[in-house]
């Protein structure tokens, strides 16, 4: 039985204190807690009764010391909720028709009345926007008559030399000349399969696969394969390969770090497997790594292009989470693409806006970045942790939830009758958004599956979570 707060230790009163600031939210995982010497300052207690009191805290695995750094709190454990099943998609190619439910979806996004939990828009205020504007300001006030000219692919240089840069953390040796910069990341990919696809052709893709791509392989004519994926290391190989054998496929897409929505990482040695395999046919692999960046283990995992001999992988990657989306500015190293990637980025846009390269260029060269990523790390993944556990205790059995390593969308499946369509409709009456499942499947793979957004994460977001869960909890119940 607990004991009255009186009764309770001058320790154990500290310990319940930073307990409940953890709790709140107050303190979030990463987050280093006062010193022991602030600590028994600011609440006038001897330094011994803050050490006991941190190393229960250390003992329930809610903080850790670091050496020389002082006391951080800890991840909390992985919400106790079932991962997703790896998806079972058909064997057969199908067309892609979402283009309807697409457009209301995105409608109600733009809803400033209705609470947003559903589209993967990174959080303005973990954005460096005012950053951003003081420097495209400076830029502004200094930029010649030339900065207005066309300007042509491959882009910037000043930008593709800090994209090279970057690239050796992810494992790549890149030369500023391999990278080609685009508008946003969409156009990345829309140019890699113009590149390497026609009318009619098969893609591989994985399953979940973000219907942003979806939609670009519908608007080419394209017919994707849906290839089962595991909601921890990704897409199968056993399953691609199968496919391969079986299909003229003219290009596998797939999202290996932090896929959006199933949040899956391949592993690096996987990765290596996947490029080795996809070499063996000669396929080109589009690999999206836009949440590369935002990861909350100690390393950034490496990308596929990594382990790239013959120029067949085409990484595309964005600003657009982690700096600003409405900047559009984008990337992709085309290996041996290049030549008609430069070509279709000169036919269609010509190049992304100069200014914006620009600013992008100095944020990074002054280290702005790195600041930036670290800080964002660190917030997503108490977000995503939150967001987590809010579902674990909100929704109805039978729901299952992934765990995610990195990025900022979680995939929650719902039991088995409750078509996330329903749920949408409900929710939109009580002012709330998600992103059903329909949207990620060109068959309709996941109608009980809805992808939800933790980049941000205050009382009336945990509010609505909660709300939602008890709709679901109703639909459960009506069968
Ligand atoms: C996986 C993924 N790829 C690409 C994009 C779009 O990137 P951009 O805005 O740079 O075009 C998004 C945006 O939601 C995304 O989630």
Redesign the pocket.
Known sequence: MPRKTSRLFRYEKIANRIKQLIEKGTYRPGDRIPSVRQMSEQQVVSISSVLQAYLQLESEGLIEAKPQSGYFVCAPAASPLPEPEISSPGLDPSHVNLHDLMMMVMRDTLNPKLIQLGA?MPNLELLPTERMNRIMAGLARKASKGTHQYQLPPGLEKLRVQIAKRAVNSGCQLSPSDVVITS????AIDICLHAVCKPGDIVAIESPM?F?TLQIIEVHGLRALEIPTNPRDGISLEALQFAIEHNPIKAVLT?SNFS?PLGSCIPDEKKKELVELLTKYDIPLID?D??GEIYFTEKRPLVTKAFDTKGLVMLCS?F?KDIS?SLRV?WVTPGRYQNAVEWLKFTLSASAPTLAQMAIAEFMESGGYDHQLRRLRREYAGNVSMLSQVVTRGFPAGTRVTRPLGGFVLWVQLPENVDSLDLYSMALKGGITITPGHLFSPTNQFHNFIRLNAAAWNLPIERAVERLGRMVSELVERG
């Open positions: 993967a946003g990341g969409t156009e973000y942003g999202i959006n999206n836009v949440s964005s657009s989306p984008g």
